[in-house]
């Protein structure tokens, strides 16, 4: 079984900073991708930012203000929100794809439970 555990979420000013903080744990051979999506109310779901082994990749919104980090010895992946808005406000979900065992080669997906961020005055 696998798990991702969310933490770092909360209320802040506008203009203020967050660090979200992810970890995998349980029957993981390797993690290709560690991800951070967003759904705020009345939307779809939405990709802020993912990191593989040599890169990343992050949504319009939100580039030159979050950062997105991973630690593959800890199966964590972090997201340092700096310059928040109003429109940051959201439940914060992290994302993994990964094998769960060497001699198979496919892939699964697994998410968090969501932790909330909330910027406002």
């Known amino acids: 079984q696998v798990q991702l555990v969310e933490s770092g979420g909360g209320l802040v000013e506008p203009g203020g900073s967050l660090r979200l903080s992810c970890a995998a744990s349980?029957?993981?051979?390797?993690?290709?991708?560690m991800g951070w999506y967003r759904q705020a109310p009345g939307k779809q779901r939405e990709l802020v930012a993912t990191?593989?082994?040599?890169?990343?990749n992050y949504a319009d919104t939100v580039k030159g203000r979050f950062t997105i980090s991973r630690d593959n010895a800890k199966n964590t992946v972090n997201l340092q929100m700096n310059s928040l808005k109003p429109e940051d406000t959201a439940v914060y979900y992290c994302n993994a794809i990964l094998r769960l065992d060497a001699s198979r080669p496919y892939e699964y997906s697994y998410w968090g439970q969501g932790t909330q961020v909330i910027v406002s005055s």
């Open positions: 349980g029957r993981i051979f390797s993690i290709t991708v």
């Open positions: 990191i593989t082994s040599g890169s990343t």
